[in-house]
């Protein structure tokens, strides 16, 4: 049976060609999509799974964290590491809490900046 192009092949595709704020957004994609499995997991009393799905969306915001350029990056350098840090913090205590209630807080911030990062990457284009 022929297969069209691969989910896969169509991600590392979009990677491939995006702009560097677009990756960026593409990395809030992730770790929102990630959140968001974790929170249904965890109400379908999957916690191992749950747990996996925070530890993506972690591995995600600590890549975000190591890329911000601190001498270019002005006064937002500091705040973005600030956020991030937070966001860290409360997805380790809803893992170590069994607790989805953080993760909440962690949607609602991530979702704010990848705006305003597809704000920018509107505006390049």
């Known amino acids: 049976m022929y297969r069209s192009a691969t989910p896969n092949a169509y991600?590392?595709?979009?990677?491939?060609?995006?702009s560097p704020?677009?990756?960026?957004?593409?990395?809030?994609?992730?770790?929102?999509r990630?959140?968001?499995?974790?929170?249904i997991l965890h109400g379908q009393d999957s916690k191992?799974?749950?747990?996996?799905?925070?530890?993506?969306a972690q591995a995600i915001?600590?890549?975000?964290?190591a890329t911000i350029d601190i001498e270019r990056g002005g006064d937002i350098a500091p705040q973005l590491q600030g956020i991030y840090v937070f966001c860290l913090s409360q997805m380790a205590t809803a893992h170590l809490k069994q607790d989805p209630a953080p993760l909440h807080e962690v949607m609602r911030l991530l979702g704010e900046l990848r705006d305003s990062w597809q704000q920018i990457a509107a505006q390049q284009n």
């Open 11 to 18: 991600r590392e595709s979009a990677v491939m060609t995006a």
């Open 21 to 32: 704020v677009q990756l960026v957004v593409m990395l809030y994609d992730g770790a929102n």
């Open 34 to 39: 990630f959140l968001q499995r974790a929170l």
């Open 48 to 56: 191992i799974e749950a747990g996996v799905a925070i530890g993506r």
């Open 61 to 65: 915001v600590e890549e975000l964290l």
